[in-house]
């Protein structure tokens, strides 16, 4: 049986060097690269967490407790994009260039610093396809070491300013979210 010896290894470009392939992920990491050339954005701030919790094995104590928590939270961004883009091999789609951020978001107690909360992931800008055709997406990929991942997948757009609608933490039966559960805390 012959042997093929011509196997050439290269790396393909996939997207014009004139091309933004971040789109809106730009502005987690802005345009300023540190040496030697990935653009990276740290985030600092104070934050503050409330949640309702189990209260197991305590004699004449209720089985819930709501804990409140002010924290110490970071959120780094790199472009691990590259030159010609993250490669996305397609079967009926043609190869695409993605364009990728990735992301670690850590937690901590502001009183004893122990950690609340470790998760890296990866943002990532996925350009329309043709086959299946569809519109540009924005896709969060992430890992929570506990055992939770998530993989989310919608599009992205462009907003003046972040909107939050006004929601209760009031507790509800599980399965029946009309059903509130009222404590006096």
């Known amino acids: 049986m012959p042997i093929e010896t011509r196997f050439v290894f290269a790396h393909a470009t996939l997207a014009s060097p004139d ?15 540190p ?27 209720k089985d819930f407790f709501l804990e409140l928590n002010l924290t110490d939270e970071t ?24 364009g990728a951020v990735s992301y670690l978001q850590t937690i901590d107690d502001s009183f004893d610093g122990s950690g609340q909360h470790f998760e890296p992931g990866v943002w990532a800008n996925v350009p329309s396809t043709t086959n299946p055709a569809e519109p540009a ?41 009309e059903q509130l559960v009222n404590f006096p805390e």
């Open 19 to 33: 091309v933004d392939l971040l789109g809106l992920l730009r502005g987690f990491v802005g345009n300023n690269p």
């Open 35 to 61: 040496p030697p050339d990935k653009p990276q954005r740290i985030w600092k701030g104070k934050g503050f967490n409330m949640i309702w919790r189990p209260n197991h094995g305590q004699s004449g104590s």
């Open 137 to 177: 997406t924005a896709v969060r990929m992430g890992s929570i070491p506990h055992g939770t991942t998530i993989n989310l997948q919608g599009r992205s757009f462009a907003a003046p300013q972040p909107q939050f609608e006004i929601a209760s933490i009031t507790p509800f039966v599980i399965g029946n979210p």
């Open 75 to 98: 959120l780094s961004f790199t472009d691990i994009t590259g030159a010609g883009g993250v490669a996305n091999r397609g079967f009926l789609q043609n190869d695409i260039a993605l």
